[in-house]
């Protein structure tokens, strides 16, 4: 059974794969300090909990904070007896290429997303990824990552808003009924929200333009829904798009070592 790890800056997912389906998946915040150990009473009293008794015997990670990646291949060396697949190390093949300037350091989860997005779509494709940054991937006609875009994340940008300006407080996102508000926390709302509308549709309209062909637009992340429902700036919605890249090359490696 494959024990999937997505690690990104804000929270770390946890999957198991049986091989057709997810049969489980759990959320933690990210944190670089947590031991093996307790990486292990968490899962194991989790999958307690549903009554999910499996054998995990294969991991793979994808990890964008380099710290928590020593503790997550103890994990898996001391309870699971296996060593784990890690997205971005040499031993772990891409079933796509990378074409990037020469020495160029491609986080995991853009790769991963890459990879996910060509398994389901094909190529010639923008992946949106609406996390703690807010990325854009761009995949080629064969399926190779080529680039993209990096901008702050939304909450990032409302962190920065609370944090650098003493009277504007902390909100969260949501859509404004109307673009003009007409009080502090409905501008703040309407500022972010209608600024990222207009930045995704900008970014790829513009990519589009650059690229010289049409192109799909896949979205993912933990905000994608709230702007899925807006203007139609997506093509389509993965929820799982990360995950489920991890699974396609765990199966590429296994067909391939």
Not at 61 to 86: H, K, M
Not at 93 to 102: E, F, G, I, Q, Y
Not at 212 to 232: C, E, N, R, W, Y
Request: charged residues 20%; proline residues 3%; hydrophobic residues 45%.
């Amino acid at each position: 059974m494959l024990l999937a790890i997505d690690c990104g800056n804000t929270n770390t997912v946890f999957s198991i794969w049986d091989g057709e389906q997810f049969i489980a998946t759990w959320r933690t915040s990210t944190e670089w300090q947590r031991t093996a150990d307790q990486y292990y009473v968490w899962l194991s009293t989790l999958m307690e909990f549903q009554k999910i008794d499996v054998e995990i015997d294969e991991v793979i990670v994808s990890s964008t904070v380099p710290r928590v990646v020593f503790n997550l291949r103890v994990l898996s060396d001391r309870y699971f007896n296996c060593r784990p697949l890690v997205v971005g190390k040499s031993d772990c093949l891409l079933p796509v290429d990378v074409r990037v300037d020469a020495g160029t350091a491609v986080g995991p989860d853009r790769l991963v997303n890459t990879v996910a997005g060509f398994d389901l779509y094909g190529g010639s494709l923008i992946v949106v990824d609406f996390g703690t940054a807010t990325t854009f991937d761009v995949v080629a006609e064969d399926g190779a990552y080529v680039g993209g875009v990096i901008s702050p994340g939304v909450n990032l940008s409302l962190e920065a808003l609370h944090n650098a300006a003493a009277a504007l407080p902390h909100v969260d996102i949501s859509k404004p009924q109307l673009v003009v508000g007409t009080n502090t926390v409905a501008c703040m709302q309407s500022g972010v929200f209608w600024g990222y509308i207009g930045l995704v549709r900008e970014i790829c309209d513009r990519i589009k333009v650059e690229r010289g062909v049409d192109m799909k637009v896949i979205s993912t992340g933990g905000l994608a829904p709230l702007f899925q429902q807006s203007h139609a700036l997506f093509d389509e919605f993965e929820d799982d798009l990360t995950m489920h890249g991890l699974t396609v090359i765990h199966a590429y490696n296994k067909d391939n070592t």
